[in-house]
């Protein structure tokens, strides 16, 4: 790929994709550890725009997929959500 | 107190909602958007018919009669999770948490995103960002542009644009790689697309359907594939053309694109520009399962159904009790299914409340057969293979859920 070395992956932390190709060479790292060191998909969105993306490049860099699990898993919250709201009861 | 709590306002919400409400049960619908309607909202398409299905108006209904029937709908509230506690799930969203014991998920679908350099450029846009600025916020995305990638949803929402005046010079496909896939691979594009003839009524497509499911007319086919493309109510595609750069200062300011072979490789030497101020990315859609996945659903991996699906029944309950799904979340397909199902879950549900009458298996019967057979009539199919999807995911369902003591089928 032409120019891929720049092309940002990550939007909200500009991950490029060189960055995670060169964590995964230095590192030899699971998928967990690769968006914990570069924060790919930590962002403020939560990697809703990136997730599918990241877990392509993740496959093609370190081959891992089960068809019964989700590559990176979800963690609450999934959307942004303000310290205030979080343990108000309504109803 | 809610009995019924759904998440998403879109056709399978709406619909499940009727269902449940009309049975006495008293329910909310959630939905982050501003608007009801979910998806429907940007849909706009003709049948071989003649009529319009218009999502606006059809949203319209279903909300009207579910406000009628006494539904609570909070629109522009996100639901960030999802617990169990004493039988009842809790449900924590921007204003606040609710409980019920039944709750509904109808999140719908999201696109996967097919990076390109230069994608973060503005002018630079998903297909359904077009869709939705266009016809729900009716607001121009640009005077003339390009879209990257062949699907059926890039000609859905092409003809949508054309319908809206707004000029589209070219549809190319996408570098291949590993972001892309087969959408890169101009065999498996054709391969797709033939599947989609209606809606791109241009010769070789129409002519294709039969005719071209055969490999080798196939191939001849995009071996002498127009170089100037295949024109699509007018807009070129282009299947031997890949984009490999979106080019800008402070915006869009053009693609540079590249002759491909018909398995996706560059041909060396055969660059061009052309010059656009927005380009639309058509990736595909995935179901949206997040909540499913947080509340600690099971998930499985179906291709023909976009990606990873919660594990759920033909009565679109899933083994967590309680917890149903409807719609996108459970398979990509078009609107008018996703009706089709809210009402399943919707009854379902009822069932499981203890609500209905004597009939109430009956009519759930009869609400699976309608899916089946308004799959059978849809115009609009996502994945060709669909049927197939549904059935590994029942095989599986029966594989896991439910106990058929077959003394043949024990093992040891
Ligand atoms: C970009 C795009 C374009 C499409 N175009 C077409 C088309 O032209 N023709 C066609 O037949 N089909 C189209 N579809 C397919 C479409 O998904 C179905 O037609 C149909 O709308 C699915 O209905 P649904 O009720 O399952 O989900 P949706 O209609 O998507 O409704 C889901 C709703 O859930 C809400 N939601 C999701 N997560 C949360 C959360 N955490 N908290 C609160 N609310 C939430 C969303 O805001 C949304 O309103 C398109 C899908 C997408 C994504």
Redesign the pocket.
């Known amino acids: 790929m032409a120019n891929s070395e720049n092309m940002i992956i990550c939007r909200c932390e500009e991950v490029t994709y060189g960055q995670l190709r060169t964590t995964v060479d230095k590192h030899k790292c699971t998928a967990r550890e690769l968006k914990l060191r570069t924060r790919a998909g930590m962002g403020f969105c939560g990697g809703r725009t990136c997730r599918p993306t990241l877990d392509r490049v993740l496959d093609s860099f370190i081959p891992n997929f089960s068809p019964s699990e989700i590559p990176l898993k979800y963690q609450p919250p ?2 942004p959500v303000s310290f205030g709201r979080i343990g108000e009861i309504h109803d | 107190m809610n009995d019924v709590i759904v ?9 499940g909602a009727i269902a449940c409400v009309t049975y006495g049960l008293k329910v909310t619908i ?4 501003m ?11 003709q049948e071989p018919t003649g009529d319009w ?1 218009n ?1 606006i108006k059809v949203s319209e209904q279903l909300y009207q009669q579910a406000l009628n029937l006494g539904v609570n709908i909070r629109c522009g ?4 999770n999802l617990e169990k506690e004493d039988q009842m799930w809790k449900v924590y ?2 204003i606040g948490t609710f409980e019920a014991p039944f709750l509904l998920l ?6 996967y995103p097919i990076p390109v350099p230069g994608w973060t450029l503005p002018g630079v846009m ?4 077009a ?2 600025m266009t016809n729900v916020h009716r607001v121009q995305i640009g005077k003339k542009g390009i879209i990257i990638g062949a699907n ?2 890039s000609f ?2 092409l003809k ?1 644009l054309q319908l809206a005046g707004i000029t589209v010079n070219h549809v190319v496909l996408p570098e291949k790689n590993a972001f892309s896939q087969n959408a890169g691979v101009p065999e498996e594009v054709m391969k797709s697309l033939l599947n989609a003839a209606h809606l791109a009524p241009s010769p070789l497509l129409r002519f294709g359907s039969s005719f071209m499911k055969n490999n080798w007319i196939r191939k001849m086919g995009l071996t002498f594939y127009p170089k100037k493309g295949m024109k699509v109510n007018g807009t070129p595609l282009l299947l031997r053309k890949a984009a490999v750069e979106i080019i800008g200062e402070d915006q869009v300011e053009g693609v540079r694109v590249i002759d491909i072979d018909i398995n996706g490789n560059p041909i060396p030497g055969t660059e061009s520009t052309y010059e656009v101020d927005f380009v639309c990315i058509a990736g595909g ?1 995935y179901p ?1 399962a ?2 499913a996945s947080v509340a600690g659903c099971p998930f499985q991996f179906i291709p023909e159904l976009g990606g990873h699906v919660p594990h759920h029944s033909e009565s679109m309950e899933t083994p967590l009790p309680g917890l149903f799904v ?5 398979g ?8 089709a ?2 009402t399943i879950a919707g009854l379902s549900i009822v069932k499981h409340a203890r609500k209905g009458n004597n009939s109430i298996d009956n009519q759930l019967q009869q609400a699976i057969q309608n899916v089946h057979s308004v799959r059978k009539q ?1 115009i ?1 199919k ?1 994945n060709p293979d669909i049927e197939l999807g549904r059935s590994k995911m029942n095989e599986l369902w029966e594989s896991l859920y439910v106990k058929n003591e077959t003394p043949g089928k024990m093992t040891g």
């Open positions: 999934i959307r | 998440i998403g306002c879109g056709p399978a919400g709406l619909s959630m939905d982050e958007f608007k009801p309607g979910g998806r429907l909202l940007g849909q706009l398409h299905w999502g509230v996100s639901v960030y969203t921007s109808a999140t719908g679908a999201a696109e998903s297909i359904g960002a869709q939705v059926i949803l859905a929402i949508e859609l949206l997040e909540l409807a719609g996108n979340i459970t990509i397909e078009s609107g008018k299914i996703a009706i199902q809210g849809a609009i996502f």
